[in-house]
């Protein structure tokens, strides 16, 4: 089982390489439409020129729909971890925990929002969020991470969520974080552009295919998934935009309603690239290595 080990002078954490993060998945059939319209809608629209102001994105920065999840915790884990990870998700009664008594000592947690006045679910409803607006994880004149925070109206979502990740930290998968559950979709990450603006790729409209459904998607390039995680205490990538006004333009902005949950899940560290049957890579999304399901509708 994975562990904090220190380091030789006893007073500081190993630093453990990331393998694995514990998530609740956002892309499925149903909600698959509206998110990547409007990721690609927010791409051509920060990433390029318009009417001669230059985008201040790099497209590799904007993280493809399919890679949009809420994660509870990073792991490092070896195969017989891994092996113990999936057994402990596949033998939770996540529907009991969903509808359990709320964990004690919840924090105030502002970026979940519930609504004025939050709705009595019943049993038999699934766990829907609503994803709107746009948020800086840092302050937004000098940032590398933009993202969307869950609207969740039953105010089950958070309780949920730390009730399980308390379950994974105890049984010792989760690397330890002190930072509080910041339950967010990632939009820009602007670690997964760092090489790409340091070799002196100028950003330029992608090129474009219509897919078999007769949908315009754009050609994407192979990403190297192994340039940055993206996640855990450390993802703060040097490469800073200034998104003050990209904030302003989105901040009433609906990426997706109502979308179900559909599965808890443990997916490997890494994106990896999607192909058609051609060989043409057209998005990324992470590979899930274990889930188990939420209720469904």
Same mark, same amino acid.
């Given at each position: 089982?994975?562990?904090?080990?220190?380091?030789?002078?006893?007073?500081?954490?190993?630093?453990?390489?990331?393998?694995?993060?514990?998530?609740?998945?956002?892309?499925?059939?149903?909600?698959?439409?509206?998110?990547?319209?409007?990721?690609? =809608?927010?791409?051509?629209?920060?990433?390029?020129?318009?009417?001669?102001?230059?985008?201040?994105?790099?497209?590799?920065?904007?993280?493809?729909?399919?890679?949009?999840?809420?994660?509870?915790?990073?792991?490092?884990?070896?195969?017989?971890?891994?092996?113990?990870?999936? !057994?402990?998700?596949?033998?939770?009664?996540?529907?009991?925990?969903?509808?359990?008594?709320? *964990?004690?000592?919840?924090?105030?947690?502002?970026? *979940?929002?519930?609504?004025?006045?939050?709705?009595?679910?019943?049993?038999?409803?699934?766990?829907?969020?609503?994803?709107?607006?746009?948020?800086?994880?840092?302050?937004?004149?000098?940032?590398?991470?933009?993202?969307? !925070?869950?609207?969740?109206?039953?105010?089950?979502?958070?309780?949920?969520?730390?009730?399980?990740?308390?379950?994974?930290?105890?049984?010792?998968?989760?690397?330890?974080?002190?930072?509080?559950?910041?339950?967010? !979709?990632? =939009?820009?990450?602007?670690?997964?552009?760092?090489?790409?603006?340091?070799?002196?790729?100028?950003?330029?409209?992608?090129?474009?295919?219509?897919?078999?459904?007769? =949908? *315009?998607?754009?050609?994407?390039?192979?990403?190297?998934?192994?340039?940055?995680?993206?996640?855990?205490?450390?993802?703060?990538?040097?490469?800073?935009?200034?998104?003050?006004?990209?904030?302003?333009?989105?901040?009433?902005?609906?990426?997706?309603?109502?979308?179900?949950?559909?599965?808890? !899940?443990?997916?490997?560290?890494?994106?990896?690239?999607?192909?058609?049957?051609?060989?043409?890579?057209?998005?990324?999304?992470?590979? =899930?290595?274990?889930?188990?399901?939420?209720?469904?509708?």
């Amino acid at each position: 089982m994975p562990d904090g080990r220190r380091g030789a002078k006893g007073n500081t954490p190993t630093r453990q390489p990331l393998t694995h993060f514990l998530c609740l998945p956002l892309v499925s059939a149903s909600s698959r439409p509206a998110l990547e319209s409007n990721i690609e =809608i927010f791409r051509r629209d920060v990433c390029y020129e318009h009417d001669g102001v230059p985008g201040n994105v790099h497209p590799k920065a904007v993280r493809p729909f399919r890679t949009l999840h809420l994660t509870l915790g990073v792991m490092s884990l070896k195969s017989a971890d891994l092996d113990g990870a999936t !057994a402990l998700l596949q033998s939770l009664d996540l529907e009991q925990l969903l509808w359990g008594q709320a *964990v004690t000592s919840r924090p105030s947690f502002g970026n *979940v929002s519930t609504g004025s006045s939050a709705k009595q679910a019943d049993k038999s409803s699934p766990l829907t969020v609503t994803l709107k607006g746009l948020e800086s994880m840092h302050d937004p004149n000098n940032t590398s991470i933009l993202f969307v !925070a869950p609207h969740d109206s039953s105010d089950r979502l958070m309780d949920f969520c730390l009730t399980v990740q308390k379950i994974f930290r105890e049984a010792g998968f989760l690397l330890p974080d002190d930072r509080p559950l910041k339950l967010h !979709a990632t =939009i820009v990450n602007t670690i997964y552009a760092k090489r790409a603006a340091t070799q002196g790729q100028a950003p330029s409209e992608p090129k474009t295919q219509v897919d078999s459904s007769g =949908i *315009v998607r754009p050609i994407r390039p192979v990403a190297n998934s192994g340039e940055g995680s993206g996640h855990g205490p450390n993802a703060n990538a040097p490469l800073k935009i200034n998104a003050v006004e990209i904030l302003d333009r989105f901040k009433h902005f609906v990426w997706a309603s109502d979308i179900v949950i559909e599965k808890m !899940a443990i997916c490997e560290m890494g994106a990896k690239p999607v192909r058609v049957d051609s060989g043409t890579v057209i998005d990324e999304q992470y590979t =899930i290595a274990a889930s188990a399901p939420l209720p469904a509708p």
